[in-house]
Each structure stands twice: as C-alpha cells, then as structure tokens.
C-alpha cells in the first residue's frame, strides 16, 4: 500500500519558543531558528482520503500550516523523535480513528513522529547535546528522516522473566547476594 506522508507546524511558533527557552535554559545552547513539524505517515487511505484527512483530521487550518515535504537549507540539522516500538502512541491512535470514522476504513495505520528544524550554526557537540536531550524520554527514540517502506513495527520479544526459587526461604545473605546480583532498587529490611 502507498503511504502518504506530511508535516503539520503552528503558526505562531509556540512550541518552537518553548523548546528554544529550554534549550537555552537547560543546555546553555543559544537557539534562534528553530520549526517543530508533527509528522503523519498514513497508509490505507486513498489520495483524495488522505487529502480529505489533511484539513480535517491532521490539521486545525487557521493555526497550522501543512506541507507535504521540509523546506530544508542544506546547513539545516534535522532531528526527528518517535515513540519506541510497543510504546502507546495516543496522536497515532487518535489520528487512525478519525481516519477510519472520515473513510470507513478499518485498515488504516498512522504513525506520528516530531520533526525538528535547527536553521542556526550548531557544532557537532551541541547537535549530539541536543539530539540526545530530545530523545531522553524512556518511550522514545530518534526516527529515520526517510519515508519507511512498512508502517508495520517490528517489536522486539522481550527477554524471558527471571524465575527466582526458593525466595520465601532465603537467609539474610542469600537475599543481600540476590539483591546485588540483579541490581534491585528496593532497600532491605530484615
């Protein structure tokens, strides 16, 4: 299936200035040009659906803007954020039941990510600050710039869950040894 994509950005910039305050405050890095664009990458629609969806799901028309490509300098650093694979997503999920109310498509996918545009001379060092500053959320990540070729997310199969016998039967010892040996966070108290 085609998938579709566009940015959606406010118009007066208010998450922009947000971000730009923190950065100063928080990473001591002077920002002055910054866009933040929500992204929407959207299959099972058709064109006219999804351009349907554009003014009516995706965007509030008098306070955003929408473009279907970034208008990017090549000095521009862009940075996109996404949720991890099996985090909660609550913009994609929203964005596919509207989509599915809009066309009556149960098939739709939507995946959302955050796109930020730095038009200012960053060093390498204040990128990676930055980059890593963004993503410091323990449910998100950073996400490619291309348009993927699947909206499917592979999730990783979690590791198998330690089984610990005979805990109810520890001493004191075996418990200290227990408690360092898997890094648990709880106090002992016995």
């Known amino acids: 299936m085609k998938i579709y ?6 118009r007066y910039a208010t998450t ?5 305050q923190q950065l100063s405050d928080d990473l001591h890095i002077p920002v002055t040009h910054l866009t933040v664009y929500d992204r929407y990458d959207v299959t099972g629609v058709s064109k006219e659906e999804f351009l349907q969806a554009t003014t009516t799901i995706f965007s509030e028309p008098p306070m955003e803007t929408v473009t279907f490509s970034l208008p990017l300098e090549d000095t521009d650093t862009v940075i996109a954020v996404e949720s991890k694979p099996g985090q909660y997503n609550a913009r ?9 109310l809009l066309t009556s498509h149960m ?8 796109v930020y545009v730095f038009s200012d001379a ?3 060092d ?16 950073e996400s490619p710039l291309h348009l993927p070729t699947t909206l499917t997310q592979e999730v990783p199969t979690p590791a198998p ?22 890094q648990l966070a709880m106090t002992m108290r016995i």
Request: aromatic share 4%; hydrophobic share 35%.
């Open 161 to 182: 869950i330690c089984e610990i016998d005979h805990f109810l039967s520890m001493d004191h010892e075996a418990l200290q040894t227990l408690h360092h040996s898997l």
């Open 92 to 100: 994609s999920e929203a964005a596919e039941q509207c989509v599915s």
């Open 16 to 20: 922009s200035q947000q971000l730009r």
């Open 122 to 124: 960053l060093s390498t």
């Open 5 to 10: 994509r566009l940015y959606v950005t406010q």
């Open 126 to 141: 204040q990128i990676d600050r930055i980059r890593a500053y963004l993503t410091r959320s323990i449910d998100e990540c």
């Open 107 to 114: 098939n739709t996918t939507v995946r959302t990510a955050r």
